[in-house]
């Protein structure tokens, strides 16, 4: 059984908007950090966002004021709100968490955002 599913991905045109979701299992319970990362072809994974359970952001350079992360701890699920989208934002989206120092990673979602 997946620990994190994901949902939300797709094409959309620059400048254009998606939404992500990640819900994490009942095994991890209230994860310390939830967050996204994305891997573009060619290059590494790298941070995009993340959350503390008690409400803390960190974003990326790259995203900030344009992407939007939050969770709902009763649900277990964190969001991530892509706005103005860019071409270079195509990647595939995986949300990760953390809970007693253990990672966590879902399969991935991909966003393609055509120019």
């Known amino acids: 059984q997946a620990q994190l599913v994901e949902s939300g991905g797709g094409l959309v045109q620059a400048g254009g908007s998606l939404r992500l979701s990640c819900t994490a299992s009942s095994t991890i319970f209230s994860p310390t950090v939830m967050g996204w990362y994305r891997q573009a072809p060619g290059k590494q994974r790298e941070l995009v966002a993340l959350i503390t359970r008690a409400g803390s952001t960190n974003y990326a350079d790259s995203v900030k004021g344009r992407f939007t992360i939050s969770r709902d701890n009763a649900k277990n699920t964190v969001y991530l709100q892509m706005n103005s989208l860019k071409a270079e934002d195509t990647a595939v989206y995986y949300c990760?968490?953390?809970?007693?120092?253990?990672?966590?990673w879902g399969q991935g979602t991909q966003v393609t955002v055509s120019s």
């Open positions: 990760h968490c953390m809970r007693d120092f253990r990672n966590y």
